[in-house]
């Protein structure tokens, strides 16, 4: 309750007094992952991503996935960020997890992969100015500039300020 309130300091205390009163694997799950979005919330990246990364070992999950991916991207780790996003979105393709997938594996280098998981997030919403930008991105990776362009050019339609700079 208190993460959703955005009461982080107090979500992630109670966490921690759960987790002494030893609990059973899924409370325990919970509270890991609790204590690791609160602590991403306060750009404590390194402690999330060890509550995260302990409750997805525990209870395997899509939202502890995506959050594990959020704090190692968080943290410049895009490799295990990309690691991770993959799995919340084998777990749940969510537009999020595909969105920050996509943006992950901009950032490994892996343009081909980011296109394919950007191109079919486009195609279902293409009003998504976030996706349509990083799609034109990995295409202008690819040295595709047509295409980039376009993809761009929608982006900046959609009102993303990035497309706009990318294209001058």
């Known amino acids: ?3 959703t309130l ?3 300091a107090q979500a992630q205390a109670d966490a921690a007094r759960a987790l002494t009163l030893r609990p059973d694997d899924a409370t325990l799950a919970r509270a890991l992952f609790v204590q690791g979005v609160a602590a991403y919330r306060q750009g404590q990246y390194a402690q999330a991503r060890a ?3 302990s409750s997805q070992t525990r209870a395997p999950g899509a939202d502890t996935a995506l959050w594990l991916g959020l704090s190692a991207y968080a943290a410049k780790d895009y490799a295990a960020a990309a690691t991770a996003l993959a799995e919340s979105v084998k777990l749940n393709p969510t537009p999020t997890a595909r969105l920050n997938l996509g943006s992950a594996l901009l950032a490994t280098a892996r343009y081909a992969e980011a ?3 950007l191109r079919g ?3 279902e919403n293409p009003k998504n100015a976030e996706a349509w930008y990083l799609l034109g991105l990995a295409q202008r990776a690819q040295t595709r500039e047509t295409e ?3 993809s ?3 982006a900046a339609a959609l009102g993303n300020a ?3 700079e990318a294209l001058k």
Do not use: F, G, I, P
Request: aromatic share 0%; glycine share 0%; proline share 0%.
């Open 162 to 164: 990035r497309a706009l």
């Open 115 to 117: 296109e394919a998981v």
């Open 121 to 123: 997030l486009v195609s």
């Open 6 to 8: 955005n009461q982080d």
């Open 148 to 150: 980039a362009r376009t």
């Open 152 to 154: 761009l050019k929608a």
């Open 1 to 3: 309750m208190r993460l």
């Open 51 to 53: 509550a995260l990364s």
